[in-house]
């Protein structure tokens, strides 16, 4: 099923939409800025498949609509049917790299753990800055990109 159109608001339709990274990128990286950046995100999901962590992804933001220069790409990697080790491996690595992935791939990464905070519905909501430049209410909800099984799919 491909990805959803933008509704008039320049947002992506309220839901979790399962995608691909090619789709994703042929639908999101329309300008160089969002090129670079997608290939930023790129690079970090190789460091992710390094440390044995390609667990399904949560990719939402800015980059999901029409904002010609998005600053980041939010990527959420959701750890909720992952095994204990991994889990950890994880959430240490968001805890101390966080900053540094952001510095160094323009990546704003969470972790989705079970019984936890829920990064993914979290990123469903529209919130403060996004809803005062299109009139919105930031509980309004938009829409994630959810892919499912990616690492194998990577560009060499």
Known sequence: MPIPPLA???LLL???????LAEIEA???WNSHRQALWEDGMRFLHALVSRDLSY???????????KVD???LDIVLDMTDAEEYHQFKAIKMFRRDRVLIRESYRVDFCVNMPNNNDFCDFF???GEKTALKKGLNAK???GVLRVQSWADRLKT
Not at 14 to 20: I, K, L, M, N, R
Not at 56 to 66: H, K, N, R
């Open 14 to 20: 309220p839901g979790v939409h399962p995608a691909t």
């Open 27 to 29: 639908r999101y990286g």
């Open 70 to 72: 998005p600053p980041d």
């Open 124 to 126: 469903q909501y529209v």
């Open 56 to 66: 399904p992804l949560v990719i939402a933001g800015s980059f999901t609509t029409d």
């Open 140 to 142: 309004d909800r938009r």
């Open 8 to 10: 008039a608001n320049g």
